[in-house]
């Protein structure tokens, strides 16, 4: 069985249990994890020369232990961002229309992932919706990506030594569709954009205490 079955067949039972958890438990609270781009080009048992093993089944495994229920995929090679991220929107569309509340639907990005739920949460444009953006905002992105704009519970997750995301208030001053909550978490952990390729609570339990409404 190849890698792609494997993840087509995951894909279509963790669709259907969205669809009976949302018939059945309002309480339910969901996540989209959108993975960093070495996944999309790498299998998972090639190691970054710098940063070492991407843990992406641990950080969904971590994410499912707490009870959400959580949706991810391994993207194919080279995926188009903002057309990734209009498939998306179009599914959470879908999860609001079947009754679940915007406020237990949480869109987790990791780099490039992260950069994906930023236009997930401009083609939304849901106040309501909880996103967690990590690793993924660098200063010249307003001029190179003005598209995007901000909207939702927002929290955004950097480390100080990565240079690849840095903090996002510019943003957030540019931005302009509403914003209920707006927050920021720098991370010390010295891993450079490595800190995010691991299974680590320092950004884990942020993103978890953030998608159980904890703003």
């Known amino acids: 069985m190849t890698r ?3 993840v087509a067949i995951l894909l279509f039972i963790t669709f259907f249990s969205i ?8 309480d339910q609270r969901y996540i989209y994890f959108l ?14 020369p710098e940063y070492g093993k ?11 232990k707490d009870n959400f229920i959580v949706f991810s995929e391994i993207r ?7 057309d990734y991220a209009k498939k998306i929107t179009v599914q959470i569309k879908k999860l609001l229309k079947k ?12 780099s ?57 208030s510019k943003r957030k001053e540019t931005s302009k569709l509403k914003i209920n909550h707006f927050k920021q978490i720098e991370l010390h952990t010295n891993l ?4 995010l390729y691991k299974a680590s609570d320092e950004w884990i339990v942020p993103c978890k205490k953030w998608a159980n409404g904890n703003l």
């Open 19 to 26: 669809q009976v958890s949302a018939q059945t438990n309002k």
């Open 99 to 110: 009754g679940v509340s915007p406020n237990k639907i949480t869109v987790i990005g990791t």
């Open 192 to 195: 450079k954009h490595g800190f």
């Open 35 to 48: 993975h960093n781009g070495f996944i999309e080009q790498n299998d998972l048992s090639v190691a970054h």
């Open 76 to 82: 194919k090679k080279n995926t188009d961002a903002y």
């Open 54 to 64: 991407a843990e992406y089944n641990e950080i969904l495994a971590s994410f499912r």
């Open 112 to 168: 490039k992932g992260g950069y994906i739920a930023q236009f997930v949460s401009t083609f939304l444009a849901n106040p309501d919706v909880n996103f967690v953006f990590i690793g993924c905002f660098m200063d010249n992105d307003i001029e190179k990506i003005p598209e995007i704009n901000f909207c939702g519970n927002i929290l955004t997750i950097y480390e100080k030594s990565d240079i690849y995301g840095v903090d996002a």
């Open 4 to 6: 792609f079955l494997r």
